[in-house]
């Protein structure tokens, strides 16, 4: 069961929206994860500097919590195949989509776009299908 954290959620929520605003107002970019990391892979982009700060503020900020001696509950209740086939499902889903499930729904939502509006509705349905296959019918 997940627990239910509507502060901490909100907190989240609005810190990932005003980084999306501020790299949106400061660079005119728009913040998708996938978009953002294929720019730092080989061969790197022009603009490489400012996707990978992006990239080590996002991973470095739970590591400065948990170094400030703050514990960061974390639990991965599927196995790791599961993971790299779902990480790769997901891959194979942002190729087609034009786009990841953080640059659609956090700047394509916010921009009214309509590519971003079907993009999210097929993320949140298929991730629907999923937990309940995975929970229900497979068991778990």
Request: net charge positive; hydrophobic share 55%; glycine share 16%.
């Amino acid at each position: 069961m997940t627990d239910f954290t509507p502060f901490q959620s909100l907190l989240g929520g609005a810190l990932i929206g005003l980084s999306a605003v501020l790299l949106m107002e400061l660079h005119g970019r728009i913040a998708g994860m996938t978009g953002i990391l294929a720019g730092v892979i080989p061969p790197v982009s022009a603009d490489w500097k400012w996707r990978a700060a992006f990239l080590a503020g996002a991973i470095g900020a739970p590591l400065l919590i948990q170094l400030a001696g703050k514990d960061i509950e974390f639990n991965v209740p599927v196995p790791t195949l599961a993971l790299v086939v779902g990480g790769f499902l997901v891959g194979v889903g942002v190729h087609f989509g034009g786009g990841c499930p953080s640059g659609h729904g956090i700047c394509g939502i916010a921009r009214l776009s309509p590519r971003s509006f079907v993009a999210v509705a097929t993320f949140m349905a298929t991730a629907f299908v999923t937990v309940f296959v995975t929970r229900h019918v497979i068991g778990g």
